[in-house]
């Protein structure tokens, strides 16, 4: 009898165990020093520096930066915010939630990134911004997508939810474009429990978002960061109460730590997925650059129309799948959204498969998910 080999696992070792003890022991549980610590760790991993007027605000959520970042480009009610309609829901939730609608463009068939030549032809005089979104183990097409923003004046936000750790054409990611968001929930590969960051230019959007992450007041951080706080402050404009809490940062700051061991095995896992199902006419199993990302998920495409008894068989054989995503226009609540073609991800959606991935995956593990899809007739 083989155990279930689950999607997703985060790496918890006593590491994080003692970071959240410790943080608890200190007994200032909201925002404060390891707050300061997660953030300057996450700089360090995206190579930014003020030199290049980079900073990192950290939040309570990855949907939390998607909306606060939003906001900073100024989406509000009646405006339009381009995005795959094969992205989280989380995407969608934060243009909603400026007032804005969404509009679907397509992905790119190799990357399941957004394809930047569909992009323009969905531009009115209402687009405020547009969301490109790394997937999985692609990286978007980012000088493509740089120069459509430089040619329209529309601000891209990189969605990177996938993608923190990776780079772009040797670049780390957090360095391509206007606004960068990161994901730490429970299922990314480094994960706070539940953490969102913002990578942005200026001091002065530093300022702002460091306003609305604590429901608008302007306590300085640099006070919080020294764990207390300023009882006396003013409030100038619109706040969430988005901020990351100590207990939170201190995990991720361990995780941070420990990042190269925590990309390894799924890195190794991806070559050995594609080395050995790529061969099979049925599916797709897509080679990506696997030493140049941090792998969040592996996916292959089912192509011959028998994605849920695959599922149904891989399950039995002691295997979970998963299905990353449906499309934002199945939804009910985003039917009647603007779109271009969606040929693509019309396609994709019905072939997609997750597979299990993660740090502490043995090579016995990776052996089992691999037969469990080649001993499906
Ligand atoms: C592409 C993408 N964007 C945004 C999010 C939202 O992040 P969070 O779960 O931290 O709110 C996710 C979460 O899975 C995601 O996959």
């Known amino acids: 009898m083989t155990s279930q080999i689950p999607v997703f696992k985060p790496l918890i070792e006593k590491e994080e165990i003692a970071a959240a003890v410790e943080s608890l022991e200190l007994g200032w549980l909201g925002m404060g020093s390891y707050v300061k610590q997660f953030e300057e760790a996450v700089a360090d991993v995206c190579d930014l520096s003020p030199d290049r007027n980079k900073y990192v605000v950290a939040v309570s959520t990855g949907h939390a930066a998607l909306h606060l970042s939003l906001l900073m480009i100024g989406v509000g009610p009646g405006d339009e915010v381009i995005t795959p309609s094969f992205n989280n829901a989380a995407d969608f939730q934060a243009i909603r939630a400026c007032g804005a609608e969404p509009v679907f463009v397509d992905i790119d068939e190799d990357t399941l990134c957004i394809d930047p030549s569909k992009i323009e032809e969905l531009i009115t005089e209402k687009t405020k911004c547009i969301i490109a979104m790394d997937y999985d183990i692609f990286i978007c097409d980012h000088d493509s997508l740089a120069a459509i923003s430089h040619r329209t004046g529309i601000p891209i936000l990189h969605d990177a939810a996938h993608s923190f750790g990776s780079s772009y054409k040797g670049r780390p990611i957090g360095n391509q474009h206007q606004y960068t968001m990161f994901s730490f929930d429970p299922v990314k590969t480094v994960t706070c429990v539940d953490g969102g960051a913002i990578v942005v230019s200026g001091e002065d959007a530093v300022k702002r978002l460091q306003a609305k992450r604590l429901i608008g007041m302007t306590q300085p951080a640099a006070q919080m960061y020294t764990n207390s706080r300023a009882w006396t402050y003013d409030m100038e404009e619109l706040g969430f109460r988005y901020h990351m809490a100590n207990l939170h940062a201190a995990i991720g700051v361990s995780q ?35 030493d140049a990302v941090n792998p969040f998920l592996y996916y292959i495409r089912v192509l011959n129309g028998t994605r849920a008894e695959l599922r149904e068989h891989m399950n039995q054989c002691g295997v979970d799948t998963g299905i990353h995503w449906q499309a934002g226009h199945s939804f009910s609540f985003l039917k009647d959204c603007r779109r271009g073609s969606l040929e693509v991800t019309d396609r994709i959606v019905q072939q997609i498969l997750s597979l299990p991935l993660h740090s502490k995956m043995s090579d016995g593990d990776i052996d089992q998910v691999i037969h469990s899809v080649r001993s499906f007739k």
């Not at 990309?263 to 594609?274: E, L």
């Open 256 to 290: 941070i730590n420990k990042i190269d061991e925590i990309r390894k095995t799924p890195q190794q896992a991806c070559k050995r997925y594609y080395e050995e199902l790529s061969n099979l006419d049925w599916i797709d199993a897509p080679k990506g650059d696997f």
